[in-house]
T-cell receptor, first 109, second 114 residues
Framework: KQEVTQIPAALSVPEGENLVLNCSFT??????LQWFRQDPGKGLTSLLL?????REQTSGRLNASLDKSSGRSTLYIAASQPGDSATYLC????????FGTGTRLQVFP | GAGVSQSPSNKVTEKGKDVELRCDPI?????LYWYRQSLGQGLEFLIY????????KSGLPSDRFSAERTGGSVSTLTIQRTQQEDSAVYLC????????????FGPGTRLTVL
C-alpha cells in the first residue's frame, strides 16, 4: 500500500528565506507526482506536476524534484513571501491521487 | 476556459437524510474523480470514472455512498442515510484521459451533518 509522508508538518519562517518541503513515498510505481497548495477553507491549486520520467520542474520561485529510486520529492520555495502561507500537499498519481499529510507553512513579515 | 465546478458549495443536513453533490468537469475531460477531505483522515480518494469503463469504486467507505456519471460529463455523488462522520469537504477533479496529465480540482462542497 502506497504511503505518502510530508516533513515538516508545520513550518513558520520570516519572509525572504529559502524553504525546502519534503515528501516521501513507499512505492515508485507512479505516473506523476503533483504538488498542490491549499489556502484555508479553499480548494486545491496545482503548483507543479512532475511526470515519472522527469527529474524536476520549475515555475517561478518554485522548483520540485523527483527521485523515484529513493522515494522522495522536494519542493523548493525561493525567497518566501507572506503570500506563500498555505498548506502544501504532495500527491502521487497512480490513476488516482494519493495525498501526503501536508506541510502547513506560515511566512511572517 | 471554465474550470471544474461543484454545487452546492455548502450543505447542512440532518443525520439520516440523503444528500446529492454535483460536479461539472472541464469540457472534454474524460476522467473524473471524487475525493473527501475530513479533519481526521486528510484527503482520500473515493471513486474514479474513465470514459465508458466501469468506475473504480475502491475508495467508497460504505454502501451508503454511490456515484454516477451521466453522458460522460456531469457526476453526482449520493450519500444515503447520512451520519455525522460523513461531515467533510467533498472535492471533484477531472483530467484529460491520458495517464500523465494533471488533475484539476473544483472548489469543493462542504457537507455538515448535524
Amino acid at each position: 500500500k502506497q504511503e505518502v509522508t510530508q516533513i515538516p508538518a508545520a513550518l513558520s519562517v520570516p519572509e525572504g528565506e529559502n524553504l525546502v518541503l519534503n515528501c516521501s513515498f513507499t512505492d515508485s510505481a507512479i505516473y506523476n507526482l503533483q504538488w498542490f497548495r491549499q489556502d484555508p477553507g479553499k480548494g486545491l491549486t496545482s503548483l507543479l506536476l512532475i511526470q515519472s520520467s522527469q527529474r524536476e520542474q520549475t515555475s517561478g520561485r518554485l522548483n520540485a524534484s523527483l527521485d523515484k529510486s529513493s522515494g522522495r520529492s522536494t519542493l523548493y520555495i525561493a525567497a518566501s513571501q507572506p503570500g506563500d502561507s498555505a498548506t502544501y500537499l504532495c500527491a502521487l498519481d497512480t490513476d488516482k491521487l494519493i495525498f501526503g499529510t501536508g506541510t502547513r507553512l506560515q511566512v511572517f513579515p | 476556459g471554465a474550470g471544474v465546478s461543484q454545487s452546492p458549495s455548502n450543505k447542512v443536513t440532518e443525520k439520516g437524510k440523503d444528500v446529492e453533490l454535483r460536479c461539472d468537469p472541464i469540457s472534454g475531460h474524460t476522467a473524473l474523480y471524487w475525493y473527501r477531505q475530513s479533519l481526521g483522515q486528510g484527503l482520500e480518494f473515493l471513486i474514479y470514472f474513465q470514459g465508458n469503463s466501469a468506475p473504480d469504486k475502491s475508495g467508497l467507505p460504505s454502501d451508503r455512498f454511490s456515484a454516477e456519471r451521466t453522458g460522460g460529463s456531469v457526476s453526482t455523488l449520493t450519500i444515503q442515510r447520512t451520519q455525522q462522520e460523513d461531515s467533510a469537504v467533498y472535492l471533484c477533479a477531472s483530467k484529460p484521459g491520458q495517464a500523465y496529465n494533471e488533475q484539476f480540482f473544483g472548489p469543493g462542497t462542504r457537507l455538515t451533518v448535524l
